[in-house]
């Protein structure tokens, strides 16, 4: 068994002559929480699909509790959850029969499925709504069922793509605490986000990605070593690093030009 949940090595992806990820290293610890930053377009999904499984890579690999994901696909899958940002549901199941169909799957014994189904759902707040079909479901709502599918057999590696867009500020705030508990308990998530903040208090890690690249990598404290800013903040340093630094320039000349010609 290997000592990390997941391991990188040199994974890279190329669509032609464009290299969407450069090769990237990476190990996350068991029961460690991951933000993985990034702005549009970085390669934040296409790092993620590689993790899972889903899309191939150009070279190098990606390897879950010592399981290659493109060796032994299957007993690698067994091990993950992944949410994507777009949660496809099979829209003709209800949002119950939807978790029987991934319980089976995943093989979990009927009494589990059932506690551990009414847990999930009365936390995301959607028991109410377990037996409607889930094409009636809000964004919201479909990507809460989709949460309580990926939490369902309890995986050793969480994948979360946006999990918190198009949640309210309630179901963000259980999300967040229930991700901090199952990692406390031995989980890994690997979370991708645009929200800072959230990342900021609740990660043990970060990862910025820019142009297909890692660019930064640590504790909050790190970071801020790093960029020798003492009480900077992830927004601080996501936009040095980034460069959204000049744009918030850009939009404060614009917005002074508006003023000059009004
Ligand atoms: N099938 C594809 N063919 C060509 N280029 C692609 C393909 N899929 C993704 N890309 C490019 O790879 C880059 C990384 O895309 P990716 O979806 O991973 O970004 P992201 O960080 O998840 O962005 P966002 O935050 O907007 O979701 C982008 O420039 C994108 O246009």
């Known amino acids: 068994m290997s000592e990390f949940a997941l391991e990188v090595q040199n994974l890279q992806k190329k669509?032609?002559?464009?290299e969407a990820l450069k090769p990237l290293n990476l190990t996350v610890k068991k029961g460690e929480l991951f933000g993985f930053l990034g702005p549009n377009g970085a390669g934040k999904t296409t790092t993620i699909k590689m993790m899972t499984g889903l899309l191939e890579p150009s070279s190098g690999k990606a390897v879950i509790g010592g399981t290659n994901i493109w060796i032994s696909p299957i007993e690698?899958?067994?091990?993950?959850?992944?949410?994507?940002d777009q949660p496809n549901l099979y829209p003709k199941l209800t949002g119950w029969e939807f978790l029987e169909f991934i319980a089976s799957v995943y093989q979990v014994p009927a009494e589990e499925f059932r506690q551990r189904a009414e847990k999930l759902l009365n936390l995301f707040d959607l028991k109410h709504r377990a037996d409607e079909l889930t094409e009636g479901y809000?964004?919201?709502?479909?990507?809460?069922?989709?949460?309580?599918?990926a939490l369902l057999h309890k995986p050793d590696v969480l994948f979360l793509d946006e999990p918190t867009v198009g949640l309210d500020p309630k179901s963000a705030k259980v999300l967040k605490n229930y991700l901090r508990k199952i990692c406390d308990?031995?989980?890994?998530?690997?979370?991708?986000?645009?929200i800072l903040e959230i990342a900021e208090v609740m990660c043990d890690r970060v990862g910025i990605i820019l142009g297909g690249e890692l660019i930064a990598l640590g504790t909050m404290k790190e970071l801020r070593e790093q960029g020798g800013r003492e009480g900077?903040?992830?927004?601080?340093?996501?936009?040095?690093?980034t460069g959204g630094e000049e744009g918030e320039a850009l939009m404060a000349e614009i917005s002074k030009d508006e003023d000059d010609a009004s």
């Open 138 to 149: 809000s964004h919201g709502m479909k990507q809460k069922i989709a949460l309580c599918g």
């Open 185 to 194: 308990e031995g989980t890994t998530v690997f979370v991708s986000t645009h």
């Open 15 to 18: 669509y032609g002559k464009f």
């Open 232 to 241: 900077a903040t992830l927004e601080d340093i996501f936009l040095e690093l």
């Open 76 to 84: 690698a899958k067994k091990k993950i959850a992944y949410v994507p």
